[in-house]
């Protein structure tokens, strides 16, 4: 079983930048490795959106929404998927969740959610 941590939300003014972390541990100790990932998010009135993939071999997509503000990436020593996101405006306010495809050496490759994490921009 596998655990994703979602932190680095916050409050920040119009204009400001955040970036957001997805930290992945094994609940068992097994070992695992992060293929795909993903940032999604709910902003009020709205439904989940893919806000940003990182595939396992690095290639990126973005939605239009966020394309040349918000980049992904991920540091596989520290098991961590990161959201940086900049030039941020109202309409970016929701919470944002990290997804991804974990294989691990117990359980073979399977779907996480993280459990979110707020971001709220002021005007």
């Known amino acids: 079983q596998v655990e994703l941590v979602d932190t680095g939300g916050g409050l920040v003014q119009a204009g400001g930048s955040l970036t957001l972390h997805c930290a992945a541990s094994s609940t068992s100790g097994s070992i695992f490795r992060i293929n795909q990932a993903a940032w999604y998010r709910r902003t009020p009135g709205k439904q989940r959106e893919l806000v940003a993939t990182?595939?396992?071999?690095?290639?990126?997509s973005y939605a239009n929404f966020v394309k040349d503000r918000f980049t992904i990436s991920r540091n596989n020593h520290k098991n961590t998927v990161y959201l940086q996101m900049n030039s941020l405006s109202s309409e970016d306010t929701g919470v944002y969740y990290c997804n991804a495809d974990v294989w691990t050496a117990v359980t073979g490759s399977a779907n996480y959610w993280g459990q979110g994490t707020q971001v709220t921009v002021s005007s």
């Open positions: 990182l595939t396992g071999s690095g290639q990126t």
